[in-house]
């Protein structure tokens, strides 16, 4: 019996040590700051070795860390390894085995990395977690916010803001040491609480490849008032020829206005005429390497996949029903109206779904941010009521889009984003760009592909030029045909857009000449103008989200492009 309670008291004494032992979360309720050693800490070099004939080697390294594992591909026709509980590789070797192309899957994205063979059965290349050659501040920031007992959200922010920042959660406590998690880029955080500091800690495949030590926050956050980068070498090996404009008073214009604030958070604006770039300006930090979330420019994208896919007969053709690609699971959501419910219909946002993402005084039953926000993003969208007959009125709404990720993701022979690279973007030259994923690990065809400016022009340019790029044809002429007509117009929008496959129309007046324009359009300002009639393609990136500037491209298209060159 004295043995029992001996126990016992050892319990009670061992319990209340570890309740008083926790530190106090509440007394770091505040901001915090410090400074990274490395700007390039979140960028590494990749190496994968062929061991066996499913055996590899993956390596991550760079001066600061190095990270090595042997694994085993689960497939034979192209390679699938599991890094880690939250990283995996997928990628497909080309005929001549000198080069792999694939996806590290990380948190939220699919980052395209491109490994050219070093040595036999030894592939290299690069991966950029931010999507950033390089940070152009040091900063880092955490907020811990919202303390209630053990329950706390900690808020990590980047001084350099090009990227799209994080999205943090899963935040834990035990004892001194808090842990969290970047939804977004997948790297995971564990900060040491001090006595007047926090060491942190950033993880990737659960090793830490940096530290920082933060201290509390004495004025406020500083972010961005970078120097504009200069691009003096526009001839990059990326396949564009360049043949700058002579001065030019409008674009001199457009410069000021750019630099004075006048056109706020104008990231770059680029001209090709003929084939070849013309104008090429970056401004705010950003540059010719500069990923840029697309938002919704990246539907137009979408568009072409769905064609691709028609080409090689996974889906029937584009007056095919949606329903006969639709699970057994769901097909209880099926009526009278949704069974007529065409691709076509789906491409020119008139399902006729109560899936309307802006522009009437009500809540839609599948909004973007409805579905996003349920537990089940395609039932959400199923289930929604039908507002008219489907092919009758078309009002923009994403969940038209993502209902064609859904259905392709399981019916392309290589996985969705592996059969994106290898029908568009590897075709047109495109190796650094990101596919976001939704919420199940598909990629999400509402928005989100990261691409640099000039890979815009380029896929802006293979429409230009009837579906082929430097002479090779990468999408049928008559696809490309459908896509740019203009079929119903937007009825949710201002100007009662007209609307192809996911290409927007619109027609500009410039010195009593009208000019007619297809565009790829994305929130925050990101646009793609292809003008058939002027041989002309034109991007436009910004960072104009939540100020009410998100359509001034097309002021900086109308009265400072078109003028200089009419």
Not at 40 to 62: G, I, M, R
Not at 392 to 406: H, K
Not at 422 to 441: A, C, D, S
């Amino acid at each position: 019996m004295k043995t029992y309670y001996k126990i016992l008291f050892s319990l009670f004494i061992f319990s209340f040590t570890q309740l008083h032992s926790q530190t106090n979360i509440k007394d770091y309720e505040k901001q915090w700051e410090g400074k990274l050693n490395d700007k390039n800490a979140f960028n590494f070099s990749v190496t994968l070795d062929l061991l066996s004939n499913s055996e590899y080697q993956f390596s991550l390294h760079n001066k600061n860390f190095k990270f090595t594992t042997k694994v085993k591909s689960s497939t034979k026709n192209y390679i699938n390894i599991k890094i880690d509980e939250t990283i995996s590789f997928t990628g497909i070797l080309d005929k001549k085995k000198h080069q792999i192309d694939g996806f590290i899957s990380s948190g939220l994205y699919f980052y395209h990395i491109k490994l050219i063979q070093a040595e036999n059965n030894s592939y290299q290349g690069n991966w950029n977690i931010f999507m950033l050659d390089e940070l152009l501040s040091n900063s880092i920031f955490l907020s811990i916010e919202n303390v209630n007992g053990t329950n706390f959200d900690a808020y990590p922010f980047f001084g350099d803001q090009r990227f799209a920042g994080t999205w943090a959660g899963n935040s834990k406590q035990n004892g001194n040491v808090i842990t969290f998690q970047d939804m977004r880029t997948g790297i995971g955080f564990k900060g040491t609480l001090l006595k007047e500091t926090i060491d942190l800690e950033i993880l990737i495949a659960n090793n830490v490849f940096t530290k920082v030590r933060l201290n509390p926050s004495k004025n406020p956050w500083k972010f961005g008032n970078y120097n504009n980068i200069k691009n003096n070498n526009l001839n990059l090996d990326d396949g564009w020829k360049t043949h700058p404009l002579e001065k030019n008073i409008f674009l001199e214009k457009l410069e000021d206005s750019i630099h004075q604030k006048k056109l706020i958070n104008t990231h770059s604006v680029l001209i090709a005429k003929k084939g070849k770039i013309i104008y090429e300006n970056y401004f705010d930090g950003f540059s010719n390497t500069t990923l840029h979330d697309q938002r919704s420019a990246s539907k137009s994208i979408t568009s072409a996949i769905v064609g691709l896919a028609i080409e090689d007969k996974i889906i029937k053709g584009d007056t095919d029903l949606l329903y006969n690609y639709i699970s057994e699971e769901y097909q209880y959501t099926k009526d009278t109206l949704k069974k007529d419910i065409k691709i076509k219909d789906l491409l020119t946002m008139s399902s006729g779904l109560d899936a309307v993402d802006f522009g009437i005084d009500r809540k839609s039953k599948a909004s973007e941010q409805a579905y996003q926000n349920s537990r089940n993003w395609l039932k959400t969208v199923l289930e929604a009521p039908m507002m008219h007959k489907p092919g009758a009125v078309a009002n923009y709404g994403s969940a038209n889009p993502y209902l064609l990720g859904e259905i392709l993701t399981d019916l392309t022979p290589l996985p969705l984003p592996l059969y994106m690279d290898q029908k568009l973007f590897k075709p047109l030259g495109i190796h650094n760009y990101t596919i976001q994923k939704e919420m199940t690990g598909k990629p999400y065809f509402g928005g989100g592909i990261y691409i640099s400016p000039r890979d815009m022009l380029k896929f802006g340019q293979l429409y230009l030029n009837k579906g082929k790029f430097e002479g090779k044809r990468v999408l049928s002429e008559n696809w490309i045909d459908k896509s740019f007509q203009n079929y119903l117009p937007l009825t949710n929008t201002l100007e009662k857009n007209g609307y192809g496959y996911f290409w927007w129309h619109k027609t500009y007046t410039v010195k009593g000449k009208k000019i007619k324009s297809v565009e790829a359009r994305g929130n925050g300002g990101q646009y793609i103008f292809v003008i058939s009639e002027l041989n002309l393609v034109c991007v436009i990136t910004s960072g104009n989200y939540r100020n009410g500037k998100t359509k001034q491209p097309e002021k900086i298209f109308e009265e400072y492009i078109l003028p200089s060159l009419l």
